[in-house]
């Protein structure tokens, strides 16, 4: 039996999660997700995907966040007939993510053809994929939930546990075991092991994090683990000193009669942000403000959060279920859903807090509530999450002096903070932490995926200093023999 790996993606960067199995050449696709970044070079990277879908036994997919459930209706698209495995939660969150995608791509479709119209131009640019692909594509995912075992082929099982990342998020274990007359047999390596173990980390989670579970240690001992390193080379704080500088941020920007804008992914993260303010509202540590979540995807996401209490962590259980207190909503934050309800925002004044998709940067709502603030400076941008390479978010971020947000440049006076412990992936510690934690007696080599080429490299000494020898950083497209 030959067993092989490759990533099509999250090869040496972040985004667009992409990795392959083989047995014997038989492909299976761990996540399908898509590139994040500048609009134009991830246009071109989703857009230009290949894969023979109509091969592919199946599909696990780890959680759904757009980077790695995004192109799934592509496979779809392409002939991809199969199982597509994911945790309940994941279902329904990725369902949600792949509709707004196929919705915003056919209104962007329609602007572009005005403009091109507008201007006498030939319009080409169309969608990747539209909402009958997202219907079809739905109806191949396949639930299971956590710390069940399932048969996804004759020789290859899946269970999946808590990867503490966002809600139904996933580490996905893949026991294979050899073939013999069309029966499964146990296949006895040179070392005398019976079967091949494969720890697919998805995104790893941390183990303070509000709202859900710590990710899982209690998985059989893989021989090979597949992991992300999105911070490979960073630190978070923690949460006290990230709830103290919450508090300070409002408090200040408040005291100016300013806004605080916040670019945030509208899942996990604005759930988080909007669970903090409610308790830093509660115990009087900021003056009542509006609060507005400015993004439909969040409020969805938030409607889908209410449906599964099995992802839970204790305290929400405590709050949610046994005094039916609502994490996700209190007095002074409002939802908005219509494009007219967002651009009113812009002319009330000051002090709110509005916290707004997309979490880059690069489109979304946010982008107009930037445009019409950023210039003043009795406001504050807050970065609170992972901003791509030559994004407008990293630009900000990065202490830009001018930036162009939708076509014209405007001065940023606006104060710029960031804080780090809002992250829902481990830091380089947290991921060495639950290594060490969880059962690597057998573990041969950790393939490392979804980081940046530095952030890789930092990452890879520092398991090697703290007793993990064999680091492979994966390549795009080489294939690695296990």
Same mark, same amino acid.
């Given at each position: 039996?030959?067993? $092989?790996?490759?990533?099509?993606?999250?090869?040496?960067?972040?985004?667009?999660?992409?990795?392959?199995?083989?047995?014997?050449?038989?492909?299976?696709?761990?996540?399908?997700?898509?590139?994040?970044?500048?609009?134009? #070079?991830?246009?071109?990277?989703?857009?230009?995907?290949?894969? +023979?879908?109509?091969?592919?036994?199946?599909?696990?997919?780890?959680?759904?966040?757009?980077?790695?459930?995004?192109?799934?209706? #592509?496979?779809?698209?392409?002939?991809?007939?199969?199982?597509?495995?994911? $945790? *309940?939660?994941?279902?329904?969150?990725?369902?949600?993510?792949?509709?707004?995608?196929?919705?915003?791509? +056919?209104?962007?479709?329609?602007?572009? +053809?005005?403009?091109?119209?507008?201007?006498?131009?030939?319009?080409?640019?169309?969608?990747?994929?539209?909402?009958?692909?997202?219907?079809?594509?739905?109806?191949?995912?396949?639930?299971?939930?956590?710390?069940?075992?399932?048969?996804?082929?004759?020789?290859?099982?899946?269970?999946?546990?808590?990867? @503490?990342?966002?809600?139904?998020?996933?580490?996905?274990?893949?026991?294979?075991?050899?073939?013999?007359?069309?029966?499964?047999? *146990?296949?006895?390596?040179?070392?005398?092991?019976?079967?091949?173990?494969?720890?697919?980390? @998805?995104?790893?989670?941390?183990?303070?994090?509000?709202?859900?579970?710590?990710?899982? #240690?209690?998985?059989?001992?893989?021989?090979?683990?597949?992991?992300?390193?999105?911070?490979?080379?960073?630190?978070?704080?923690?949460?006290?000193?990230?709830?103290?500088?919450?508090?300070?941020?409002?408090?200040?920007?408040?005291?100016?009669?300013?806004?605080?804008?916040? *670019?945030?992914?509208?899942?996990?993260?604005?759930? =988080?942000?909007?669970?903090?303010?409610?308790?830093?509202?509660?115990?009087?540590?900021?003056?009542?403000?509006?609060?507005?979540?400015?993004?439909?995807?969040?409020?969805?996401?938030?409607?889908?959060?209410?449906?599964?209490?099995?992802?839970?962590?204790?305290?929400?259980?405590?709050?949610?279920?046994?005094?039916?207190?609502?994490?996700?909503?209190?007095?002074?934050?409002?939802? $908005?859903?219509? #494009?007219?309800?967002?651009?009113?925002?812009?002319?009330?004044?000051?002090?709110?807090?509005?916290?707004?998709?997309?979490?880059?940067? =690069?489109?979304?709502?946010?982008?107009?509530?930037?445009?019409?603030?950023?210039?003043?400076?009795?406001?504050?941008?807050?970065?609170?999450?992972?901003?791509?390479?030559?994004?407008?978010?990293?630009?900000?971020?990065?202490?830009?002096?001018?930036?162009?947000?939708?076509?014209?440049?405007?001065?940023?006076?606006?104060?710029?903070?960031?804080?780090?412990?809002?992250?829902?992936?481990?830091?380089?510690?947290?991921?060495?932490?639950?290594?060490?934690?969880?059962?690597?007696?057998?573990?041969?080599?950790?393939?490392?995926?979804?980081?940046?080429?530095? +952030?890789?490299?930092?990452?890879?000494?520092?398991?090697?200093?703290?007793?993990?020898?064999?680091?492979?950083?994966?390549?795009?497209?080489? $294939?690695?023999?296990?």
């Amino acid at each position: 039996m030959g067993i $092989t790996l490759y990533s099509l993606g999250a090869a040496e960067e972040v985004t667009g999660s992409k990795h392959v199995f083989e047995i014997d050449g038989r492909p299976f696709m761990v996540d399908c997700g898509a590139f994040q970044g500048h609009r134009k #070079v991830s246009d071109e990277k989703n857009r230009n995907f290949d894969i +023979a879908a109509d091969k592919l036994e199946s599909v696990i997919l780890t959680h759904g966040h757009y980077d790695h459930c995004g192109l799934l209706p #592509v496979l779809t698209k392409k002939g991809f007939t199969g199982n597509i495995y994911a $945790t *309940p939660a994941t279902r329904d969150i990725a369902n949600l993510v792949m509709m707004d995608s196929a919705r915003i791509q +056919a209104r962007d479709a329609e602007f572009l +053809a005005k403009q091109a119209s507008k201007k006498g131009e030939k319009f080409s640019w169309r969608p990747i994929f539209d909402e009958d692909d997202v219907v079809k594509c739905a109806n191949q995912i396949v639930s299971l939930s956590y710390n069940r075992k399932m048969y996804i082929a004759p020789d290859v099982q899946l269970e999946f546990f808590d990867a @503490g990342h966002i809600l139904g998020s996933s580490l996905a274990n893949i026991t294979i075991r050899g073939m013999h007359g069309g029966l499964t047999v *146990p296949y006895m390596h040179s070392t005398g092991d019976t079967e091949t173990r494969i720890l697919f980390t @998805g995104d790893l989670g941390r183990k303070e994090k509000p709202i859900i579970r710590p990710p899982a #240690v209690n998985m059989p001992a893989p021989d090979y683990i597949v992991m992300e390193s999105t911070y490979g080379n960073r630190r978070h704080e923690d949460k006290e000193f990230a709830l103290k500088e919450l508090e300070r941020i409002v408090r200040d920007t408040c005291a100016k009669k300013g806004k605080i804008i916040i *670019p945030s992914f509208a899942i996990e993260r604005a759930q =988080e942000l909007v669970f903090y303010l409610h308790l830093l509202t509660d115990k009087k540590k900021i003056p009542v403000v509006p609060i507005y979540v400015d993004s439909p995807m969040a409020s969805n996401a938030t409607s889908v959060f209410r449906v599964h209490p099995e992802c839970y962590d204790e305290s929400v259980n405590e709050a949610f279920l046994k005094h039916h207190k609502n994490p996700f909503g209190f007095g002074s934050l409002s939802y $908005t859903n219509s #494009v007219e309800e967002s651009k009113a925002l812009n002319k009330k004044e000051g002090p709110m807090i509005i916290i707004s998709a997309d979490g880059m940067c =690069e489109a979304g709502r946010v982008l107009y509530h930037l445009a019409n603030e950023i210039g003043n400076e009795r406001n504050t941008i807050l970065i609170v999450g992972y901003m791509g390479e030559n994004t407008l978010g990293r630009k900000i971020r990065d202490g830009a002096k001018e930036v162009n947000i939708l076509g014209d440049v405007y001065q940023v006076r606006a104060k710029v903070e960031q804080i780090n412990a809002f992250s829902a992936h481990a830091d380089y510690e947290e991921m060495t932490d639950w290594l060490k934690t969880i059962d690597t007696s057998r573990l041969k080599n950790i393939f490392m995926v979804h980081g940046e080429k530095d +952030a890789q490299e930092f990452f890879t000494n520092h398991l090697h200093e703290n007793g993990f020898p064999n680091v492979t950083v994966c390549k795009y497209g080489e $294939t690695y023999e296990l």
